[in-house]
């Protein structure tokens, strides 16, 4: 009975909720498309001619958003290019480049370095959370190991000077996170943007400027279905 209550919270929040309701007067396809473009206004993330990789891209309000930004070219099309990747399936977007699949595999990455054609990325963009157990270590370590997957991503294939752009929560390893990103960025910053609810524990950190750029593939375990959702 408790849980159907919280439901039925939740539910009456989500209808009522003003950037909902933006969101579908604006055709996006998630709120969250204004977290993201609260975050790039303060910190001028997204700029013309930049390569772009989004992590766990599905649904896509995220890569709308960017795809927005980057609109204008003569003739039409985008002045950048923008790459997603996902393990589920996501309706197209135009201008966007969109890779099914384990980011961790290599026939992911090869596609991905099919689009990239040998240029570096500027700004890795990374909205991934885990599936919940209701554990809190347990989900502590799913949240702590997304963002090793983020960071590895980002010191296989950023610019030196290159951002890194993920979602966390407060309470799943948090200050572990930020160490993580203290050790890897020169400089980092946390972001709670009003799109993200008061309620939520939701916080985004933002790194910039590789400490020890790498070059080639990360070699992270592969992303668990059962586990992990985008």
Not at 2 to 14: A, F, R, Y
Not at 61 to 89: C, E, F, H
Request: glycine share 8%; net charge neutral.
């Amino acid at each position: 009975m408790k849980k159907k209550k919280l439901n039925k919270n939740w539910l009456h929040d989500h209808i009522n909720d003003p950037y909902v309701k933006l969101a579908q007067k604006e055709g996006y396809r998630a709120r969250a498309a204004f977290k993201l473009k609260e975050i790039d206004e303060d910190e001028h993330l997204i700029k013309p001619d930049q390569v772009i990789v989004d992590l766990g891209c599905t649904p896509g309000s995220w890569g709308q958003y960017v795809r927005r930004k980057l609109a204008g070219k003569d003739g039409g099309g985008i002045n950048g290019t923008l790459i997603g990747l996902d393990m589920l399936p996501m309706e197209p977007i135009a201008d966007f480049h969109f890779i099914q699949g384990d980011f961790r595999e290599p026939d992911v990455l090869q596609q991905l370095e099919d689009v990239v054609q040998g240029r570096k990325v500027d700004v890795v963009l990374s909205d991934m959370a885990p599936n919940l157990s209701g554990i809190a270590s347990a989900d502590a370590a799913r949240m702590e190991h997304l963002i090793d997957l983020a960071i590895e991503f980002s010191q296989a294939h950023l610019k030196p000077n290159g951002s890194l752009l993920v979602k966390c929560f407060k309470d799943m390893g948090f200050n572990d996170i930020v160490l993580k990103f203290r050790q890897e960025f020169k400089t980092v910053v946390q972001k709670k943007p009003k799109a993200s609810r008061d309620k939520s524990s939701e916080i985004f950190l933002l790194g910039r400027g590789l400490k020890n750029p790498t070059d080639g593939m990360a070699s992270a375990q592969p992303l668990d279905s059962e586990q992990f959702r985008p």
